[in-house]
């Protein structure tokens, strides 16, 4: 999928209510704070991060594709949003991130990346001691979902343990997770049921 050519037409009115359920379980797990300083990383158009920002001292959301980036930046721009910024970086080029976040949260971006381990280890890095990350993903299926990307090269969702014992090896600790929402996505002429959970834990 080109997210470069996804960005204008991103957010639809199925995105936009499927985000403000994500948002809610993220608050539903972590007790948010005002003094907290937050990262989304593949952000998109900054769907999730937009019914957060309220509840929190700042919000940088990084995306590797640049058009995702211009469309939430005119979004803030718009919504004269003061603490929220969006840079276009690939979460694994993380030089320009500085590791003072109390909040780290993703929404199915993780499984468009092939070696997760080193991703999960940087984000690791870029907490602060005790705090909290939160993983949206889909739950593992067939290949289905992705089935129509023919260039799609990342993970067919995720098995809930195998995600934790990757989190464990890198240290965090108190993992939870469940699966709290399910749809059909059509590819094609064909609906492809798929389900999301949320795993989040501490440093
Ligand atoms: C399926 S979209 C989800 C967008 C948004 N989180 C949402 O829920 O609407 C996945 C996003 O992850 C971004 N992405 C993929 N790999 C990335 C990486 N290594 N670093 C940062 N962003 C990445 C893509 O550009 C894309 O915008």
């Not at 957060?52 to 919000?59: E, F, H, P, Q, S």
């Not at 276009?88 to 030089?95: F, G, K, P």
């Not at 499984?111 to 999960?120: A, F, G, P």
Request: with cysteine; aromatic share 10%.
């Amino acid at each position: 999928m080109d997210f470069n050519i996804q960005a204008t037409n991103w957010d639809n009115e199925k995105r936009i209510k499927r985000a403000k359920i994500i948002a809610d379980q993220i608050a539903r797990v972590v007790k948010l704070e005002q003094y907290y300083s937050a990262l989304e990383f593949g952000s998109g158009t900054g769907l999730v991060s937009f019914n957060l920002y309220d509840n929190l001292k700042d919000i940088t959301c990084i995306d590797t594709s640049q058009g995702m980036i211009d469309t939430l930046n005119l979004k803030i721009q718009q919504h004269q949003v003061k603490n929220m910024r969006a840079h276009q970086l690939d979460i694994n080029d993380d030089c320009l991130l500085i590791p003072t976040y109390d909040l780290i949260y993703t929404s199915m971006a993780l499984h468009h990346i092939v070696d997760i381990e080193r991703t999960l280890t940087n984000l690791y890095r870029l907490l602060k001691k005790y705090g909290y990350i939160c993983i949206i993903e889909l739950d593992e299926d067939d290949g289905s979902f992705h089935e129509s990307e023919k260039d799609f090269i990342g993970h067919n969702g995720f098995n809930q343990n195998e995600l934790k014992k990757v989190l464990e090896k890198i240290g965090f600790q108190r993992i939870e997770s469940y699966s709290f929402y399910s749809d059909k996505k059509m590819i094609g002429e064909v609906s492809v049921d798929y389900s999301l959970f949320i795993m989040s834990g501490k440093k």
